[in-house]
Every structure is written in C-alpha cells, then in structure tokens.
C-alpha cells in the first residue's frame, strides 16, 4: 500500500512559478512509475508528467518546456516544477503512483494505483 500526500499548490500570476511535492509512504517507492495529471473543472483528469522508476520522463505537449518532474528516492518525494504558468494551467493537481514500465511513462490513468488528494493550482491572468 503507498499513500501520497501533495502539497505545494496555490495562487499565482500568469508567467509564475509553483513546486509542487509528493510524499509516498512504503519502502518500495523507487519501484513505482510516477506522474503527476490535473483536473480542471468540468474536464476529464489529464496526463501532465511522468517519470519512471529508472528516471525516463515524458511530458504533455503543453507542458513541454515549461514543467519538469524530479524524484528524490531517498525521501519518497517526486516534484513537479512549474515555470511560465498560464490561466490554462489552472486546476486541481493529483500525484499517482503504480507499478509501470522500467523504460517507459504510462499516460493512462488506469496504470496508476495509487492517488493523493490533489492540490489546487490557480493562475489568474
């Protein structure tokens, strides 16, 4: 069993920068694939952000360039940067977890476990 715990959203202006962060539990963290989707009000959850256990990444076109995913095995913690945020990035932000590919990010939703709570994330204009 992993718990994830997010933390890290809030308000900010267009062009901003937030981290977000993921705390897992359990000691077989570095064995889950990670990824980070979003959900904005009346839309389906997005694939944002995904980084492997052995530390290949894959990125959304629209955040390319501007989001970056990061672990940190030895505290259970991933972490999403985010530069040059925009309106449309505005949304409740949610860290999954599960048991993927060694070599590559899973963009389903239905790969994934293990969810936190989400964390809102507001970009006003």
């Known amino acids: 069993q992993v718990q994830l715990v997010e933390s890290g959203g809030g308000l900010v202006q267009a062009g901003g920068s937030l981290r977000l962060s993921c705390a897992a539990s359990g000691p077989t963290f570095p064995t889950y694939g990670m990824a980070w989707f979003r959900q904005a009000s009346g839309k389906d959850r997005e694939f944002v952000i995904g980084?492997?256990?052995?530390?290949?990444?894959y990125y959304a076109d629209s955040v390319k360039g501007r989001f970056t995913i990061s672990r940190d095995n030895a505290k259970n913690t991933v972490y999403l940067q985010m530069h040059s945020l925009k309106p449309e990035d505005t949304a409740v932000y949610y860290c999954?977890?599960?048991?993927?590919?060694?070599?590559?990010?899973?963009?389903?939703?239905?790969?994934?476990?293990?969810w936190g709570q989400g964390t809102q994330v507001t970009v006003s204009s």
């Open positions: 980084i492997s256990w052995s530390g290949v990444t």
């Open positions: 999954a977890a599960g048991k993927t590919s060694v070599f590559r990010v899973a963009r389903d939703r239905r790969d994934y476990d293990y």
